[in-house]
């Protein structure tokens, strides 16, 4: 699976963004898919994530009710709308894609900055 990212940039905090993560090749197997960031100095966390169904999603604390993780199966597209953003939140973002046999894919990160 090879996985691309776009979306980010540079907004003022309050501001929004939407990240999408395209993914191309063979996707069976793949029963999840998630947003993971890593600031610098930091290590890398999840921030949201959605099984291939989408019928589940769960959330970092701290971006509860601020971000909302999505995917359109016939696009083979997955997004992750963020709002109220803060400058906490700057980092660079990964998407990533888990087979039920535990192979993780990583696409190449998109960064994302807010100012205050």
């Known amino acids: 699976v090879q996985l691309v990212e776009s979306g980010g940039g540079l907004v003022q905090a309050g501001g929004s963004l939407r990240l999408s993560c395209a993914a191309s090749?063979?996707?069976?197997?793949?029963?999840?898919m998630g947003w993971y960031r890593q600031a610098p100095g930091k290590q890398r966390e999840l921030v949201a994530a959605?099984?291939?169904?989408?019928?589940?999603?769960n959330y970092a604390d701290s971006v509860k009710g601020r971000f909302t993780i999505s995917r359109d199966n016939t696009k083979n597209t997955m997004y992750l709308e963020m709002n109220s953003l803060k400058p906490e939140d700057t980092a660079i973002y990964y998407c990533?894609?888990?087979?039920?046999?535990?192979?993780?894919?990583w696409g190449q990160g998109t960064q994302v900055t807010v100012s205050s």
């Open positions: 959605i099984t291939s169904g989408g019928g589940t999603t």
């Open positions: 090749g063979s996707t069976f197997g793949i029963v999840a």
């Open positions: 990533n894609h888990r087979t039920n046999w535990g192979r993780h894919f």
